[in-house]
């Protein structure tokens, strides 16, 4: 974690001005995509969002006491615009520059974040790697927002419309790992910011051909890190996500790999409130 928190010091060193990612990933020894994969998942938040909170905790000093003009400030921690600083600025405090002026308004203070590892020791992560070639993954695709906690209500109302018949011919062109019926996230926003869409798909992983009327996703030979966990659902399952990236990847000489992050969901009750999850996540090697 000693290089991850050295990346974040040099983010916090950029704050006033434009933050070089791609130097915080070198300085973490991360492909890009996967120090924003491990950053989002370890901190509940982007990347993108954890600078703008900063920024403006810093910032609210400043403007509080009013002895620098907003274009300045603006200016100072890369915004375009006074409007578009006071824009981020409301936000973050719920207040406008102007508003936080006033006796007795309320801001917010997000600190710099340090990450250490937390040795627990009395549970085990069941994971297994798995190599497989190209592959189409078959079925019905929206686009839906970026939910980190909770149930994702457009993603529900979306899957809430497939017929039980459309979903027993999605999940009958099975014919690989992982089987049966998957939900499939493709084309994550690079930020990772809560709130940017993704396209969302029910699908099954397949070698046949694909009728005409369901969509497809083309996915080339990677290597997989499959990670499981049962309990409550959607709790249990979104655990996985900050379990990989907080225990897993820290141990392993892997990191993420941009592709669709699979995940396979049984139901142990009709009502669908407890389960067996599996969740798959592209990955490479980082010692080959």
Known sequence: MELLNQAIASVEGQLAGEVDVCRASRIALMSEHHFRRMFSSLAGMPLSEYVRRRRMTLAAASVVS??????DLAVRFGYSSADAFSRAFKAV?????????????????????????????????????????????????????????????????????????????????????????????DAISPTREEGTELDFYVAAATSRPVPDDLDRLDVPALTWLVVESSGAFPAALQELWPKAFGEWFPANSYQS????????????????????????IPIEDTAA
């Open 66 to 71: 009013g002895r620098e003009a907003l274009q």
């Open 93 to 185: 405090h719920g207040v406008g520059p102007a508003d936080a002026r006033l006796p007795g308004a309320v801001l917010r203070s997000q600190p710099m974040l340090t990450f250490a590892i937390t040795i627990e020791g009395n549970t085990t992560m069941n994971y297994r790697i798995v190599k497989k070639d190209a592959f189409t993954l078959a079925g019905l695709r929206t686009r839906i927002p970026l939910i980190y906690a909770g149930v994702n209500p457009t993603a529900a109302e979306f899957v809430a419309q497939i017929s039980p018949a459309q979903r027993e011919r999605i999940a009958g062109l099975s014919d690989q790992e992982p089987a049966g019926g998957l939900s499939v996230h």
């Open 257 to 280: 790999a941009p592709g669709p992050e699979m995940v396979v969901m049984d139901f142990a009750d009709d009502a669908q409130t407890h389960g067996r999850y599996e969740l798959w």
